[in-house]
């Protein structure tokens, strides 16, 4: 488990669009998604806001240099 910076957003986008093409917008946490929304929310600048962002946590799993799972908590008032 790693904490991600600016560095891995192109890892961070790859998995993004590998996990969508591969569960589909019907799976757990894609339902509703359309494509539109995976091309924002994989973006480098999305992705980039989400890793500055001080109100947000990013966590990351990655294996042999791969990422293969993230999570991502935000501040809730």
């Known amino acids: 488990m790693v904490f991600p910076t600016v560095r891995d957003v192109k890892a961070i986008r790859e998995f993004f669009l590998a ?8 799976a757990l946490g894609w339902a509703g998604a359309t494509e539109s929304n995976i091309q924002e929310i994989s973006s480098e600048g999305f992705i980039s806001s989400l ?10 799993f ?5 990422t293969l799972g993230i999570a991502v908590n935000r501040k809730m008032d």
Do not use: H, I, Y
């Not at 996990?19 to 019907?26: K, L, V």
């Not at 990655?62 to 791969?66: E, H, L, V």
């Open 19 to 26: 996990a969508w093409r591969q569960a589909g917008p019907e």
């Open 51 to 60: 890793l500055s962002n001080p109100e947000t946590k990013v966590f990351a």
């Open 62 to 66: 990655s294996q042999d240099g791969r």
